[in-house]
């Protein structure tokens, strides 16, 4: 039976946490959205329901995360962490308050630790506020994002603006005297009243510690970071046993195959160093405007070549390039115009036997995975850094899938990948 049920107000933050908990011991299994009532539970430590619920209106992101915190519940974990992201990406209007609020409400626990803090991607709390890097979180760049505009720092303030409840602190020089201490003083605030606590941490020594003094909490809200202390907890009472490889996958015979939709830096430098080694396609939309066209071409060029060495097919070009497409078909179009040309290749591929494919493009996985209609990922072993081989299922055929965000990963990752399945 599970133990830790996760709800992640995104797709790519929620693989990101689905890594955390695998490396620190915890079988992990991501599913696309809150499952129906009724539909079987994974065998799996964790389980994350990964939503789209960071922008939702109001009403949506709550409705959503309360339906996936009910069928945790019914999965029989033992313990609910709601995941947003490390710079706390929200509106005064919401949606972290609504929703946490939502949840601490269906849990009757009155309380909840919040803690953003990602030491190993910058992200640290000191006094309540924010910092990336050096910089407060408002001067980060942060301050100009297009749909979540961060322009406080302190985020007892930004939490207490977005609840009915009111925010407290766990200053630094508590939290790094350890869990005993922090327990204290989130049990103290809870007796004052508070909802909240904003929870200092600069360290993963810091983040364990937290971990540790929230054990009986029902409820964590976070980032990733956050969850590095919370298998050991199950480990301590005897829940979890402790696994040599959590993030174990089967091997799937089956061609390899690389789609790559990003036009990030370092998804073209990875293209550049693939394409020396396996056979490369670059589609040209350009010349072919044509969604079904540019499919058909792409599937009759790997006919015949799919097989032990993986092939690459990138609609991915420099930013001259996209501007030009842009410029002749607008640029929603244009995006959309790839993405469902990509998504029909990953379909057709699969109708040919692929059964290990990376993705490259957080909107083009998203694509890809819709098409191919991917209900669950197991969690495998990491590539890179936040990028892990997952075994896909759903109403296709059960397949390793590794959906990469465009920025990740290093020059050799395609390589890499498919040097660590084995599928190559
Ligand atoms: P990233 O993770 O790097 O942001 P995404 O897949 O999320 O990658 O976004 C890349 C977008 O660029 C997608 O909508 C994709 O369809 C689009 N795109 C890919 N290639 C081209 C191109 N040659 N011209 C214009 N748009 C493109």
Redesign the pocket.
């Known amino acids: 039976m599970p133990l830790l049920g996760c709800i992640a107000d995104d797709f790519t933050g929620a693989t990101d946490l689905a890594s955390t908990l695998v490396r620190n011991g915890m079988r992990t299994v991501q599913v696309i959205g809150a499952p129906a009532p009724g539909d079987p539970v994974p065998d799996a430590d964790a389980i994350i329901v990964a939503l789209k619920s960071r922008t939702a209106p109001v009403a949506q992101a709550v409705s959503e995360s309360l339906a996936a915190l009910d069928w945790l519940k019914s999965a029989g974990c033992a313990q609910f962490f709601f995941k947003y992201c490390s710079t706390f990406d929200s509106t005064d209007e919401g949606n972290i308050g609504p929703v946490a609020d939502a949840l601490v409400a269906a849990l009757g626990c009155g309380f909840a630790l919040a803690c953003p803090a990602f030491p190993v991607n910058g992200r640290s709390i000191y006094m309540g506020h924010l910092f990336v890097g050096n910089v407060l979180l408002n001067e980060s760049g942060m301050q100009n994002h297009p749909l979540t505009p961060m322009t406080d720092a302190n985020l007892v303030r930004v939490l207490g603006r977005q609840t009915s409840g009111t925010v407290g602190l766990v200053p630094f020089a508590t939290v790094e005297q350890g869990a005993v201490a922090t327990r204290r003083a989130m049990t103290a605030l809870k007796e004052q009243g508070h909802r909240y606590a904003i929870t200092d941490a600069v360290t993963d020594a810091n983040l364990r510690a937290i971990g540790e003094a929230a054990e009986s909490h029902a409820l964590l809200t976070g980032g990733s970071g956050i969850a590095i202390g919370l298998p050991e907890n199950f480990r301590r009472a005897g829940k979890l046993a402790v696994q040599a490889n959590p993030g174990a996958l089967p091997d799937i015979a089956g061609h390899a195959a690389v789609l790559a ?4 830096r370092a ?1 073209l430098f990875q293209i550049g160093r693939a394409r020396e080694v396996v056979p490369t396609l670059q ?1 040209d ?1 350009l010349a072919t405007p044509d969604a079904a066209a540019l499919a058909q071409q792409a599937l009759a060029w790997a006919d015949g070549k799919l097989g032990a060495v993986p092939v690459l097919i990138a ?3 420099p930013p001259e ?2 501007a030009a ?2 410029a002749k078909l607008g640029r929603e179009a ?6 469902t040309a ?1 998504a029909a290749i990953a379909e057709g591929l699969v109708a040919r036997g692929v059964r290990n494919l990376v993705v ?6 998203g694509a890809v995975a819709m098409k191919l209609g991917v209900r669950s990922l197991r969690i495998g072993a990491e590539i890179d850094p936040g990028v892990p081989w997952t075994l896909a299922e759903g109403s296709g055929p059960t397949m390793k899938l590794a959906l990469k ?3 990740f990963g290093a020059p050799d990752f395609f390589l890499k990948a498919f040097a660590s399945t084995g599928a190559a």
Do not use: H, K, P, Y
């Not at 939709?261 to 990030?264: F, L, Q």
């Not at 244009?334 to 993405?339: F, S």
């Open positions: 939709g990003s036009c990030s998804t589609l939309a609609a991915s070009a390039q996209v497409l842009q244009a995006g959309t115009l790839i993405e990509m490259a493009g957080g909107e083009t996985s965000s465009g920025n």
